[in-house]
């Protein structure tokens, strides 16, 4: 396990994401953080969400069913609350086409991950836009197995990539993930 110093707080993570693999492993990496995370499955369900509690930071999907990550960044940077609407928003995607991103920025995200991400680079994506509290915490990146969330699903490539996988592990994934399709 690797220990990375840093200074999150108490965080509260909105994850819009309506893959359950994605989700069980977005969730898991925050909450080994220290970070609080609650789940929406649609964009409906993100805004929703938004307006009944308070978050520190949205990672939003782009594609999910009935209101992608668009749509729903774009009504949430309409909400009448201040805070709510400012809120910032990552996007996640498994679009990786140059451009791209810029459509993501025009909508109202702040910033964006290609999936498969490293852990390092979502720890540096919150950070960079979270203020953080003076109640330091340690957070520590672990070596996730992976085998068993590969056989969980057939969209192998829509996972993350934890941050110390090795490339013989990613050989390791790839091919089980063939022997899954």
């Known amino acids: 396990m690797l220990n990375v110093n840093t200074s999150l707080g108490k965080i509260k993570v909105l994850l819009a994401e309506d893959n359950e693999v994605n989700k069980l492993l977005a969730k898991s ?6 970070l609080e995370a609650k789940t929406a499955h649609t964009g409906f369900e993100a805004i929703e969400m938004l307006q009944n509690e308070d978050f520190d930071v949205i ?96 969209k192998p490539h829509l996972l993350f990539y934890p941050m110390t996988a090795t490339p013989s592990d990613r050989k390791t994934q790839r091919v089980r993930s063939r022997s899954h399709t």
């Open 29 to 34: 990496i925050l909450h080994h953080w220290g």
């Open 59 to 154: 990672l939003m999907d782009i594609q999910m069913p009935e209101k992608n990550g668009i749509e729903a960044t774009q009504e949430i940077r309409n909400l009448p609350d201040e805070k709510k609407k400012n809120i910032p928003i990552i996007a996640l995607t498994a679009n990786a086409l140059k451009g791209e991103e810029k459509k993501y920025l025009a909508a109202g995200m702040n910033d964006y991950l290609t999936k498969p991400f490293k852990e390092k680079e979502l720890l540096e994506v919150i950070r960079k836009y979270v203020n953080v509290d003076s109640d330091a915490v340690t957070v520590k990146m672990q070596k996730v197995f992976w085998p068993a969330a590969f056989q969980a699903t057939h």
